[in-house]
């Protein structure tokens, strides 16, 4: 075993459940987040919250266990909890963090741990950097001590509901009267996770026409994984085709990233729908504010922004630096092309149940088809925008060859004049006629992603070629 089993990524820990992410890990790891709370904090409120995985409530029942036993008052989630919701208790009850057992979009195999502090948002490096050294130290003394028998009945833990606080709040967030007078149907799809009885819900409450599917709780999902990607979203596609609806609607794993499918049932890109919702927000709430988006998302996003007079703020990939600006106030919008967004006065955290909603406001306020609301915008700001990214697995000589590469500082690359190399996060090479591609290794999985953007389909299926060659050549 390494010196720490538990590594937060750019969301979190994540393990296969039975390998890495085991009972023995788990006490480990919430016993070290203890520590950090109690060091800073005497008797800190901590929600426990858990998705529709495998094994998510004896993971929680544990959870709460050590967190009682080291000092931690702890709430319990009553059902399975959206991330999105989480964070909206946090703040709204004044927490001081929640542990929150979810591994999100990735497949079935895996469960994971993710940590919130009190400002509602994803535990930045400096804390996770924190946990993995208790982890180590615990680890290096022996690990964590067996507890010590008790007769005396544990307290359960107090139960919470977080369901109507958080509705209640979208209520305030979204226009559901322009929504309501939408004429036509939406369809939702919850993927078998934490969506189910909250996007419907709300979309039940207000009005709105509305079918759902997979609802149901599927520790399996299909055989796949509550991703929102469009290879997933198919049946939700033939659906929304067959039932004339105006879009589909999807949320992932633990509700925190949105799918949307449109009326003729093609699949569109995360990076699209963060341009049209930013634009539509400046339009009818009149924030007049910068965009946020992270270093592998499309500059649609960019362009959107400057069509309104505004700038953009470029983050590293992972949420958390959203979440600062969001705290900030100084964005309309920030989102990342995986999916996530998040609104000004909203949680500095993803939440996918929000998007579809405000998607679906948009498509009821604008009356026009996501596809001729993109063709609008790129009208609009004089130019199209391709954005593709490759998944490439890698052997270790391959990466090790591939992150030497993309260290060079060249003026020309690919045949093409370099105007800026960015390094926020990993490499993002910037060419002459605005288009560009960027490698970097995964923070959630073991591969390195290419990301690129041109003005045509051509353009950037030419550029993601040439860049794949010269990365593994």
Not at 351 to 356: E, F, H, M, R, T
Request: glycine residues 8%; neutral net charge; contains cysteine.
């Amino acid at each position: 075993m390494s010196l720490s089993p538990i590594k937060f990524g750019t969301s979190g820990w994540r393990g296969l459940i039975a390998d890495d992410f085991t009972f023995a890990n788990v006490r480990l790891a919430v016993t070290a987040i203890a520590g950090h709370l109690t060091a800073k904090k005497k008797n800190p409120n901590v929600l426990v919250g858990y998705d529709t995985r495998f094994y998510s409530e004896e993971f929680s029942q544990l959870a709460v266990d050590i967190l009682q036993q080291n000092g931690v008052r702890t709430l319990l989630g009553d059902t399975f909890t959206p991330t999105p919701a989480v964070a909206y208790e946090i703040m709204r009850a004044k927490l001081d963090g929640a542990v929150n057992f979810t591994a999100s979009h990735n497949p079935a195999p895996y469960h994971g741990l993710k940590f919130s502090t009190s400002d509602a948002g994803p535990a930045l490096p400096e804390v996770t950097k924190d946990i993995e050294a208790r982890v180590a130290k615990i680890l290096s003394n022996g690990g964590v001590p067996a507890p010590a028998e008790s007769h005396a009945k544990r307290p359960s833990p107090e139960k919470a509901s977080l369901r109507d606080n958080y509705l209640k709040r979208l209520g305030e967030l979204v226009r559901f009267d322009v929504l309501a007078k939408c004429k036509g149907t939406f369809v939702f799809d919850a993927l078998h996770g934490c969506g189910a009885g909250y996007l419907d819900k709300a979309l039940a409450d207000h009005g709105v026409a509305a079918q759902s599917m997979r609802l149901n709780r599927d520790c399996l999902f299909d055989g796949t994984g509550p991703d929102v990607s469009e290879e997933n979203l198919v049946p939700l596609s033939s659906i929304v085709r067959d039932a004339k609806a105006l879009a589909g609607l999807a949320t992932d794993g633990d509700a925190d990233r949105f799918g949307i499918i449109d009326r003729d049932g093609t699949w569109i890109q995360p990076n699209y729908i963060l341009a049209l919702v930013y634009d539509y927000l400046v339009e009818t709430r009149g924030w007049k504010m910068p965009a946020a988006r992270s270093v592998a998302t499309s500059q649609l996003l960019d362009a959107a922004a400057k069509s309104h007079g505004q700038t953009t703020y470029q983050t590293p990939v992972g949420f958390k630096y959203i979440g600062q600006l969001i705290r900030e106030d100084k964005i309309a919008l920030g989102g990342e092309e995986s999916a996530g967004l998040t609104i000004r006065g909203h949680i500095p955290e993803k939440d996918g149940i929000l998007a579809c909603l405000l998607v679906a406001e948009m498509i009821a306020a604008r009356g026009a088809s996501i596809g001729d609301q993109v063709r609008a915008l790129f009208k609009k700001v004089g130019r199209e925008y391709w954005p593709v990214r490759e998944n490439l697995h890698l052997t270790d000589e391959q990466k090790a060859n591939a992150i030497a590469k993309v260290k060079v500082d060249a003026s020309t690359l690919l045949g093409r004049k370099v105007v800026s190399v960015d390094r926020t996060d990993g490499a993002k090479f910037v060419f002459e006629d605005s288009s560009w591609f960027l490698a970097r290794l995964s923070g959630t999985e073991p591969l390195l992603r290419l990301y690129v953007e041109a003005e045509s389909s051509k353009a950037s299926a030419k550029l993601a070629s040439e860049a794949k060659k010269w990365i593994l050549s």
